[in-house]
């Protein structure tokens, strides 16, 4: 299967999930009349192997939550990459420092416009986001809304200053329109 397959059948999966199973985060009243949340395109300029720079000494990050609470991660690299011709760079995090996923969330030009306003994330996994020589694949075709894009009762860190980008990334999902919203 082709990545842009998986990452087709990630979205049909997303969307049954949201609209038929008792845990979707949108509130009970809203799965009857949900018909499935929009995305862009799939988009191969968008999807990156890089190296990440790892920091020698991950520093812990306090970040500010929807519910102006507040949670801790640890600040483990940066990756840095080019989009339509401007030079970015976005920090990557760790929950703490024994686990080996990470997670990139990340604003950007569409945000508030036609993507979720506090941001969006991307998660990344060794298993699937690594390359054969050890790269990690940054693809924002997976990039996805917090849940509390869709409901009010949940917290969400909010993507931190440093990861504020003033290009527009133009893949993954986009702002959720649905019942209420």
């Known amino acids: 299967m082709s990545w842009k397959e998986e990452i087709a059948r990630q979205r049909e999966r997303k969307e049954?999930?949201?609209?038929?199973?008792?845990?979707?985060?949108?509130?009970p009243d809203e799965r009857e009349a949900f018909d499935g949340l929009n995305?862009?395109?799939?988009?191969e300029s968008y999807r990156y192997e890089l190296s990440l720079q790892e920091y020698d000494?991950?520093?812990?990050?306090?970040?500010?939550?929807?519910?102006?609470g507040e949670q801790e991660y640890l600040a483990w690299g940066e990756f840095t990459f080019t989009v339509d011709g401007e030079d970015?760079?976005?920090?990557?995090?760790?929950?703490?420092a024994d686990e080996d996923r990470l997670w990139v969330p990340f604003r950007?030009?569409?945000?508030?416009?036609e993507t979720y306003g506090a941001g969006r994330y991307i998660d990344l996994e060794p298993?699937?986001?690594r390359t054969a020589d050890g790269e990690w694949i940054l693809d924002f075709?997976?990039?996805y809304n917090p849940t509390c894009a869709y409901s009010d009762r949940y917290e969400c860190p909010l993507?931190?200053?440093?990861?504020?980008?003033?290009?527009?990334?133009?893949?993954?999902?986009?702002?959720?329109?649905?019942?209420?919203?």
């Open 108 to 113: 950007d030009a569409t945000s508030g416009e």
């Open 88 to 96: 970015v760079s976005l920090v990557a995090y760790r929950s703490d």
């Open 141 to 143: 075709n997976e990039a």
């Open 159 to 181: 993507p931190p200053t440093e990861n504020w980008l003033e290009v527009a990334i133009e893949a993954g999902e986009k702002d959720y329109d649905g019942v209420g919203h």
């Open 16 to 27: 049954q999930y949201f609209g038929g199973d008792p845990r979707s985060p949108l509130p």
């Open 127 to 129: 298993e699937h986001h």
């Open 57 to 68: 000494e991950p520093e812990p990050v306090v970040v500010g939550t929807s519910t102006d």
């Open 39 to 43: 995305y862009y395109p799939i988009d």
